[in-house]
């Protein structure tokens, strides 16, 4: 009896969460970003985005194009090219210029400007972006900021991110940020330093509702701080700073918590939570409806983790209880789509 309930229960496990890879994708090179629509899959590549099939995974074609002409868009050093899908457009967005393409690659609309924005998300006939507005001797400020036109300008929420580190004296901190997320014509804005809840906008730019966000903060322990500084020794802010490896540890300044949320999208009526909590290669996720009720979390294997991740672009995709993520076969020299399926119940992993 003892062997059949392990059996039963390893199997329902199994049955919670199941992994595979399901495609070769043979056409990426350095991809940063996925989204689905139930349709097919977005992947951005620098400032291509290539198109396949959600059904059997086949390739359907590219669009977009890196360069300084029409419809045409200039990869940031520090923020790639930003995805949005909209109901029947693509949205594209870098740090002068955002362009829309049909939902088959067909160019729609450009818009230049001339502010760094760390956000962009199309929001009904407006914008909302995320700007470094303004700082003080102590903090940067992050104005949330709604525009036509990305000309005339409707602050509607400011935060101040408090500065850390060592009086006069340079160094690197893990960067807090706000994130933004549009769904149901409403606007959801998350700050990484206020992280209590998410503040929800309608249209007109007015607070209608504020959520709980009940997370734990994770603490800063010797282990995620080797983690850190072994993933600044490969990255371009250490190049940058042309650090010596022995004085790398002395330059960097550590807040005492990671903020409870790394990154957040929307989808379908649920809110898709990425957690700073770390097992393995895995992050938890935590999945919450549209009113703050935590409806599963578990933990998910994350291929391109960036610590210092501005905008909201990621190398995975939810599509109902199906997660999809990116994998660089570094041995086979190709990039792989894989799945994992879930069951959407009240049991938390």
Request: hydrophobic letters at 40%.
């Amino acid at each position: 009896m003892k062997t059949l309930f392990v059996f039963l229960s390893v199997l329902l496990c199994s049955m919670a969460l199941f992994s595979e890879k399901v495609a070769d994708l043979h056409e990426l090179n350095k991809p940063h970003a996925i989204e689905c629509d139930g349709e097919k899959f977005y992947i951005v590549d620098e400032a291509t985005v290539h198109m396949y099939s959600m059904k059997d995974f086949k390739y359907i074609g590219s669009f977009g194009k890196r360069g300084d002409g029409p419809m045409e868009l200039v990869p940031d050093s520090e923020i790639p090219i930003q995805i949005f899908l909209l109901r029947d457009s693509v949205f594209l967005s870098s740090r002068l210029k955002a362009v829309t393409f049909t939902k088959t690659g067909k160019p729609v609309s450009e818009t230049v400007f001339h502010d760094y924005y760390t956000s962009i998300v199309p929001f009904k006939k407006n914008y909302v972006v995320v700007q470094l507005s303004d700082y003080t001797q102590n903090a940067d400020i992050y104005n949330v900021i709604l525009t036509p036109d990305f000309k005339i300008k409707r602050k509607l929420i400011a935060f101040e991110r408090p500065l850390i580190g060592k009086k006069n004296k340079p160094g690197i901190s893990l960067p807090l940020f706000t994130f933004l997320s549009a769904a149901n014509e409403k606007l959801y804005i998350y700050n990484q330093y206020h992280e209590k809840e998410f503040f929800i906008f309608n249209t007109e730019g007015k607070v209608i509702k504020r959520i709980k966000v009940p997370l734990p903060k994770i603490k800063v322990t010797e282990s995620i701080k080797d983690d850190i500084l072994e993933y600044l020794k490969m990255s371009r802010v250490y190049k940058k700073y042309g650090l010596k490896e022995e004085t790398l540890k002395e330059t960097v300044f550590f807040r005492e918590y990671l903020p409870s949320v790394k990154v957040f999208k929307i989808k379908d009526g649920i809110i898709y939570i990425m957690t700073n909590e770390k097992k393995g290669k895995t992050f938890k996720f935590v999945l919450m409806d549209l009113k703050g009720k935590i409806l599963k979390s578990l933990f998910l294997p994350v291929n391109f983790y960036d610590l210092f991740q501005i905008g909201i672009h990621t190398t995975y995709c939810f599509d109902k209880n199906t997660y999809y993520y990116l994998v660089d076969n570094a041995d086979a020299e190709t990039w792989e789509l894989h799945r994992e399926t879930f069951t959407m119940d009240d049991m938390k992993r």
